[in-house]
């Protein structure tokens, strides 16, 4: 079965700041891999998804992230941190087929932004 | 705002009852997803439908049922309740059935069973 591990419960950073989110997955095949963000009392936004090509893809809020078929990771990426961009985030990982849509969850990342 | 809607937003309940979450999808989505977030369990895939037939499922309680109508709103039953289904219960839904459609989320119904 597949699972996503996210290694940081908790992550504290400046303001200015880059920063940088570890994943990593378990699965046989290339997996569907996506990023999500939850801001307190909101549901949960897509950041960026990799399904295959270019191994680096660029998603909103000026955040990217990194595929690495060697190391089994998909580490979130960004060069300045804002304060806005406190909240937690999560990793998730697709297997298609017969799965269809099913995304399995990492345990997620709690960002905190000091000015 | 996703276009996902959730209601309600609380639902406060005892033990042993019984309660529905409905969702309606974004205009156009003809996928549902249903996902429940807990401190213990993290957030879980329970169920997807797509255009009414169930399409995957996850660790869903048997005593959990969800289903997906003509005008592609869905619900999800709890019965039986217990302390553990506490829980923040999200609906996400897609334009297709395959995980490469981007997952769109509701807000969410956060679930208190006293």
């Known amino acids: 079965a597949q699972s996503v591990t996210q290694p940081d419960i908790h992550i504290t950073v400046s303001e200015g700041a880059s920063l940088e989110l570890r994943c990593n997955y378990s699965?046989?095949?290339?997996?569907?891999l996506f990023w999500y963000v939850q801001s307190p009392g909101q549901g949960l936004q897509l950041l960026l998804k990799?399904?295959?090509?270019?191994?680096l893809v660029q998603g909103i809020k000026g955040f990217e992230a990194e595929f690495k078929r060697s190391q089994s990771s998909f580490n979130l990426r960004k060069p300045s941190v804002h304060w806005s961009d406190a909240a937690e985030y999560f990793c998730?990982?697709?297997?298609?087929?017969?799965?269809?849509?099913?995304?399995?969850f990492g345990q997620g990342t709690i960002l905190t932004v000091h000015p | 705002d996703s276009g996902v809607t959730q209601t309600p937003k609380h639902l406060i309940t005892a033990t042993g009852q019984r309660v529905t979450l409905r969702c309606s999808p974004r205009?156009?989505?003809?996928?549902v997803y249903w996902y429940q977030q807990s401190l213990d369990q993290g957030l879980q895939f329970l169920i997807q439908?797509?255009?009414?037939?169930?399409?995957a499922k996850g660790n869903i309680l048997e005593r959990f049922s969800a289903q997906q109508f003509p005008d592609l709103h869905s619900e999800l039953n709890l019965s039986s309740l217990e302390l553990g289904d506490s829980a923040l219960y999200f609906c996400?839904?897609?334009?297709?059935?395959?995980?490469?459609?981007?997952?769109?989320f509701g807000p969410g119904t956060r679930l208190t069973v006293l």
């Open positions: 205009s156009g989505d003809l996928s």
């Open positions: 990799y399904f295959s090509g270019d191994t």
């Open positions: 996400a839904s897609s334009v297709g059935a395959r995980a490469t459609d981007t997952q769109y």
């Open positions: 998730a990982v697709g297997q298609g087929g017969t799965s269809y849509g099913k995304l399995t």
């Open positions: 439908y797509y255009n009414g037939e169930e399409r």
């Open positions: 699965y046989g095949a290339t997996p569907y």
